[in-house]
């Protein structure tokens, strides 16, 4: 048995330091992950020419419970391969293997965002499409590290001069006080400006529907964006009342992407191959819609 998994069970009130969720959540997600597990396992040996009987070949070193811990683990602190597979008993390879096997099934259990949660039911869609129009939805942008690139061009693509360093950006859209994650936009080269993100997201919502965001949408259709001081000239007190009023409902955006930033994998410089950007990124936004409890997981 592994050290954190072993940890967990002796101690599950500190799951969520650990992994990023609780234990009830955890366990809700160990359930309809071995659910998705079986169903794969049984696909794959209805393809299969069998030479061997059925139980054969070489026994995993992990249980199923405990490859999910691992890949949960990863995703919330970040070691090495290396260090990931002694605190798992494993190699560093095997832990690599375990971590992308699972990282595939919790994608497609954990629907990143609301709009994603129904995009395959057109009635639910529409529906949920018509709701949002009586809010204001908030929208906003985190940049997160990636390794230089080797590719002159590529480093002049993805070079930040805002964050001075090499960035992937990232777009969310909430609901007011950060209740959901209603839509989000992965992977684009960090100087990409905040408004050309969020023209091309406003396309997945109703031509009325109303956004709020930070200075960096000023300009944009159906955003209200805080008053900006002209040069040389002062706000008028009414306007900065309407820049406060306009910030307390903001700030719950930048909280939800404080959660999204528990998770070291979504934070510190991206590591990993950058093909398996916005599949994790949207892996880790479906489990902060589970931490903070609007998506409902069923086996």
Known sequence: MSIVFKYIQKYPQRTKQLLGISYEQYQALLKAALNKHIKIQKEKESQKIRINSPGGGRKELLSSVEQICLC?????????????????????SEAHITFHYWIKILREILPSSLLEQVEDKEGDL????????????????????????????KQKKFYSGKKKQHTLKSQLVSLPNGQDIVDVEVGFPGPTADINLFREQQNKFDEQQGFEGDKGYQGGKNITTPHKKKRKQQLNEQQKIENRILSSKRIYIEHLIRIVRVFKIASQRFRLNSNVYKEIILTVCGLVR???GTLVLTS
């Open 72 to 92: 949960l683990f990863y995703l919330r602190q970040i070691p090495t391969f290396e260090i990931l597979g002694m605190l798992f008993g494993v190699s560093k």
């Open 126 to 153: 529409i529906i949920v499409q018509e709701i949002l129009i009586n809010f204001k939805l908030l929208v906003d942008s985190l940049e997160q590290p990636i390794e230089r690139p080797f590719d002159n061009e």
């Open 290 to 292: 589970l931490r903070i």
